[in-house]
């Protein structure tokens, strides 16, 4: 069955970047000048998904706004005759069907999933988790709906880190198949670097078979009193096959102050429209101590 929906989940409270997300969710902090979960649905448009489940939670009206007409907004650009912003604002308006849904209570990632069981049926879908911003080529969830339909499995995406890092991820203990695909044998959440099987770790990015949430339902909580998805493919395994692919890409954890301030950096750089400025910017700072 082909993959037409697509869910993110944005539903997390974004410590990392208290005080601004006491007001502002962490999915509308802007790189450059788009809000970070813009690009995680262009990524899903790009690879042909029809549809967006979004799960959010209580103080997050902004992401829902965002993809919503603004009508004062646009008669005002109307009426100046300033139709680029206007474009602007009305395209995230027509990027996808989107269809919201509350988690109520912060339980983790798999019972957030679990959340949207009904809006997303009996149908694989996409799964994002909207702080991995992913810069490639071809999108990195194509490239996984690629292995989904080679191997007919669920398929987590996955990169190498370093071997000090991998107790912030789940590691995978895999047999290598092709170039870049990998059949998983056991999947361990954010182990200790000498527990860990490899120093392959999931990041956020999912193709997952509707048999997950029976796995799900049946998961007990892990790490943090939570209901961990990697626990859920953890118990999955036991009766279907799970597969991994090794995208190709550059990842950005924009969910951490650093991560968005160096995809933001290198972003703009790309930008004809302000790259120049601030690539002469950068050449003059004093790296010991100003400009």
Do not use: W
């Amino acid at each position: 069955m082909r993959v037409r929906k697509g869910l993110i989940l944005a539903a997390g409270y974004g410590t990392r970047f208290l005080p601004a997300t006491k007001a502002l969710p962490k999915e509308m902090l802007p790189l450059v000048d788009k809000p970070v979960i813009h690009y995680v649905v262009e990524e899903a448009v790009a690879s042909g998904i029809e549809q967006i489940v979004m799960v959010t939670s209580s103080g997050k009206r902004s992401v829902e706004d965002y993809f919503d007409h603004a009508p004062q907004l646009e008669r005002a650009l109307e009426k100046k005759g300033d139709f680029e912003r206007l474009r602007d604002v009305r395209y995230p308006t027509e990027m996808v069907d989107m269809l919201f849904v509350r988690q109520k209570e912060q339980k983790g990632i798999g019972h957030a999933v679990l959340c949207a069981r009904q809006a997303i049926g009996d149908e694989p879908f996409a799964l994002f988790f909207p702080d991995d911003v992913i810069f490639s080529k071809r999108p990195v969830i194509q490239q996984l709906i690629d292995v989904y339909e080679e191997h007919d499995g669920c398929v987590l995406g996955v990169q190498i880190v370093p071997h000090e890092e991998i107790s912030h991820y789940g590691s995978l203990d895999a047999e290598q198949i092709g170039d870049n695909t990998y059949r998983v044998r056991g999947l361990i959440e954010k182990p200790q670097p000498e527990e860990a099987p490899s120093d392959l770790a999931t990041v956020g990015r999912y193709v997952l078979t509707p048999d997950i949430f029976p796995a799900l339902k049946h998961t007990p909580p892990g790490i943090g009193g939570e209901i961990q998805i990697t626990d859920g493919i953890a118990l999955l395994l036991k009766e279907k096959p799970v597969f991994a692919c090794r995208f190709e890409g550059r990842r950005y954890d924009t969910g951490r102050p650093l991560g968005l301030l160096t995809a933001s950096i290198d972003q703009a750089l790309e930008r004809p429209d302000i790259g120049p400025q601030l690539r002469d910017y950068l050449r003059s700072i004093d790296l010991n101590g100003g400009t």
